[in-house]
């Protein structure tokens, strides 16, 4: 079993079926990806926007409410700027990948897909901890005041 896993991984061709799978692929990441950018593009405008009506609508006693969530958005927006854009080269290397039948192209484009999912799984890391801390941090607080 082990040597008929080596040969398949050593060959350097896709089948078809594979091939198929994977163009279909590369068409929804693409997809995604476009998505992702106008999301982006639209969540700023409308942050900026916000930010605007806010301004003046409201006092200026009160000026840094809108200032923390303008800039809380502007990084939501910056964390998914590398998500669309390994989605996009993931898609741009496969499709002339596969069209080419190029090893390197297709080498390219499982190394972004590779980076995505490291990205992702850093993420969610980051948000596990975070939660945990603030749920601890809760949970102190609440011991303290409660005396």
């Known amino acids: 079993m082990m040597h008929q896993e080596s040969d398949i991984f050593s060959s350097a061709s896709i089948d078809e079926a594979s091939k198929a799978y994977l ?3 590369v068409r929804w990441t693409r997809f995604l990806a476009i998505i992702g950018f ?26 840094f409410g809108i200032l923390g969530t303008t800039l809380y958005m502007l990084v939501m927006v910056g964390l998914y700027i590398y998500p669309a854009l390994a989605l996009i080269r993931f898609s741009s290397f496969m499709k002339r990948g596969l069209t080419l039948n190029d090893q390197d192209q297709i080498r390219e484009a499982f190394r972004h897909q590779k980076n995505l999912y ?10 596990l901890v975070l939660c945990l801390s603030s749920a601890i ?6 011991a303290v005041f409660s005396r």
């Open 137 to 142: 941090l809760a949970f102190l607080l609440a």
């Open 38 to 63: 106008i999301s982006m593009g639209l969540l700023v405008l409308f942050t900026f926007l916000m930010a605007i009506a806010v301004n003046t609508l409201s006092s200026p006693t009160y000026p």
């Open 118 to 127: 490291k990205y992702l799984g850093i993420l969610v890391i980051v948000a």
């Open 23 to 25: 163009l279909e692929t």
